[in-house]
């Protein structure tokens, strides 16, 4: 049976992400995704719907904003033989969002090599990744720590 390899079409990938109801829903949409998937935009509007009582943006879509990015850009690099999860994820608000913000996720490969080396014996590998959440003046809003799990599938660390 045929299967459909998203990751080979970046463009259309970004889009049906877009599409995906917690991000619809929320106001959130990956703006760019880069042909490589070293480099993606994400996009929170300030919209009705994810506006917390003060009328400024509301922590978790902020928080929201941020999930699945590098995990999907790791994936594409490291392979289906790879388990990649969110272990743990930090955020601090550092200013009230009031406008549309935007998260910048960048990977190197470096770092991608760095990643695949640590994880090729099967063990598991744990990676830190800062992104920083800007409002349409450049301010920083929030900055979120996320801690990916990364680890070859059992069966493929032989």
Not at 15 to 23: K, S
Not at 33 to 40: I, M, P
Not at 60 to 80: I, N, P, R, V
Not at 133 to 143: P, S
Request: glycine share 8%.
């Amino acid at each position: 049976m045929y299967s459909l390899n998203w990751f080979n079409y970046p463009n259309l990938f970004r889009r049906v992400l877009n599409l995906w109801p917690p991000f619809l829903g929320a106001g959130i949409s990956i703006k760019e995704l880069s042909d490589d998937f070293r480099y993606g935009k994400v996009k929170l509007r300030m919209g009705l719907t994810n506006r917390n009582f003060m009328g400024t943006h509301f922590g978790g879509s902020l928080f929201a904003m941020t999930d699945m990015m590098y995990a999907f850009m790791l994936l594409k690099h490291l392979g289906e033989d790879h388990i990649i999860w969110d272990q743990s994820s930090e955020i601090k608000y550092l200013k009230p969002g009031r406008s549309n913000v935007y998260a910048e996720f960048f990977l190197t490969e470096e770092r991608i090599e760095k990643i695949r080396l640590d994880a090729a014996g099967g063990e598991k590998c744990l990676e830190k990744f800062d992104v920083e959440i800007r409002d349409e003046k450049g301010d920083v809003v929030a900055k979120v720590e996320r801690t990916l799990y990364i680890r070859l599938k059992r069966n493929r660390s032989q």
